[in-house]
């Protein structure tokens, strides 16, 4: 048992705040005629049980030693299946096993971090059903955890399943107009992408007959080699792998329930979705993709480069022609999402640290992004565009740290938007030329909408005279973003300390396809 099962207390810690919530509703409610009291109390508790899972995950960092190559801070139970060995232990089956690397520990950060923020930012905005509100955001963060922790592959799905309902949940109550439709989609997509990964979740487990995420890394790329080059079973289990984690990244052509989703949910949903949600394709690529399916990894590598700069390119491009901010964040993700599949499959240690840095650098500016949106959307309810103009004279603070964002969003140096775009194209120019000018094609584009975007949102003079009356960030907003401009500078300027988490992960991944001529 790792360190007082300290990884179930961060994992199941909000789960029980949310059931505390529920179970003392009538407390909250005090009476009908008193929202107000049920939406400080419900807010409140989310914060106080978010804020304190991000303290824990502080505890888990100092517990980590990177320098450890291999996972720790280990929870290993026998849950079912299995065999009884010689000494009366059960060996293979099922089991609750939890554990963390560089990689983990960094993505459980980026959700600890983010959640207490989307709390204060529906605080005022989400008016009816605030404590069911607040306890859905709390399962998904548990179950967000759960994904990054789990060392066994059924116990992996069973969290990464889990996390659609909540969210379809959050969606589909307190989503826009259109908001069932979109959390139809969501769900549906997600859920069809992974039964592919459950057929060879299935076939794995009877084959090697453990489950055991480090076990299966280990024997997997024997247990199904590929002979003479000839496509084979490994292959299959990567292409069903790779429907899931395409879909949740999400990539090109499977990227159509994104901007719905984002466009219908609300604010915090939105940044949970592009901030955390979205990594997990990502990391699954990296924990399951590359270690267990190497020479399928190499076989197809042309192929998941094509997708991305396809990606890139072409969501960059759709970008640049919308008229709602929110949907053009979003297809600014499907872009950036690009660059991390380009880094993973680049199969070298520049490309898979920048891919790496590119999700936590994300997960911190696109969040950032939807806030921004969120803020004049709560005042003038509208996310059109043309609606605005002039910003700047009435909102100066607000405009600087759109400025910012927006800069990082583009990659400019010093911020931690350059540091991962830099690094995956450097990656991919180690693999092949023609994806890394593919991807900085993307960069010009994404220059070109993001400034479009800002020129015509907070430059030029108030036209609208709706926006005469308009407000600037309040206390609450500031201490919202504080956190977001000082991850985002601070990781720009010294990105050392993720390079040096995740070096213990990235370093046998690299090394297996070496072996391989990858």
């Not at 979740?201 to 590929?226: H, K, N, S």
């Not at 949907?327 to 790496?356: D, P």
């Amino acid at each position: 048992m790792g360190e007082f099962a300290l990884l179930s207390i961060i994992i199941f810690f909000p789960a029980l705040g949310a059931l505390l919530l529920l179970s003392l509703r009538k407390i909250t409610m005090q009476g009908e005629d008193n929202p107000d009291h049920e939406s400080r109390i419900a807010f409140l508790t989310g914060i106080f049980v978010s804020v304190a899972t991000f303290f824990l995950s502080l505890i888990a960092l100092a517990y980590f030693d990177p320098s450890i190559s291999g996972y720790q801070l280990i929870e290993d139970i026998p849950w079912f299946g299995g065999r009884v060995d010689d000494a009366g232990n059960i060996v293979g089956g099922i089991r609750y096993k939890l554990g963390i690397d560089g990689l983990s520990l960094l993505l459980v950060l980026l959700t600890t971090f983010l959640t207490p923020l989307c709390f204060l930012a529906s605080w005022g905005s989400i008016k009816h059903r605030v404590t069911e509100y607040v306890a859905a955001f709390l399962i998904l963060e548990t179950l967000m955890l759960g994904v990054f922790c789990a060392l066994d592959l059924m116990l992996f799905y069973v969290f990464f399943e889990g996390g659609l309902i909540p969210m379809f949940i959050i969606i589909g109550i307190w989503g826009g107009a259109q908001r069932v439709y979109a959390s139809f989609k969501f769900f549906l997509y997600t859920l069809l992408g992974s039964l592919f990964m459950l057929v060879a979740l299935i076939a794995m487990y009877l084959q090697a007959g453990t489950a055991d995420i480090p076990v299966l890394q280990e024997v997997m790329p024997t247990l199904f080699a590929v002979e003479d080059g000839q496509f084979g079973v490994q292959h299959l289990l990567w292409l069903a792998f790779f429907a899931s984690f395409a879909v949740k990244l999400p990539m090109w052509p499977v990227h159509t329930w994104l901007p719905d989703a984002h466009v219908q949910a609300p604010t915090a949903g939105s940044v949970i979705l592009a901030g955390v949600l979205l990594k997990m394709g990502g990391y699954g690529m990296l924990r399951f993709s590359l270690p267990m399916f190497p020479e399928a990894s190499v076989f197809f590598q042309p192929f998941v480069f094509a997708l991305s700069i396809i990606a890139i390119v072409y969501a960059s491009l759709v970008a640049f022609r919308q008229t709602d901010m929110k949907k053009l964040i979003a297809y600014s993700s499907v872009a950036h999402m690009g660059f991390v599949t380009l880094g993973i499959f680049s199969f070298t240690e520049t490309g898979v640290q920048g891919a790496i840095f590119q999700m936590i650098s994300h997960g911190v500016i696109s969040g950032a992004l939807f806030l921004i949106v969120g803020v004049i959307y709560d005042r003038m309810h509208t996310r059109e565009i043309a609606f605005y103009g002039g910003l700047v004279s009435r909102m100066p603070v607000y405009a600087a740290v759109f400025m910012l964002f927006t800069m990082a969003n583009v990659g400019l140096p010093g911020t931690s938007g350059f540091i991962g775009e830099i690094l995956t194209m450097v990656g991919g120019f180690q693999a092949a030329t023609w994806a890394a000018f593919g991807a900085a094609l993307g960069v010009i584009f994404s220059a070109v909408y993001m400034l479009t975007l800002y020129r015509r949102t907070v430059f030029g003079v108030i036209t609208n005279q709706k926006l005469e009356g308009i407000k600037d960030l309040t206390r609450t907003e500031v201490i919202i973003f504080a956190p977001l401009v000082v991850a985002t500078i601070v990781l720009g300027v010294y990105p050392q300390p993720v390079f040096n988490m995740a070096q213990a992960s990235v370093e046998p991944i690299i090394a297996a396809f070496s072996t391989l001529g990858g």
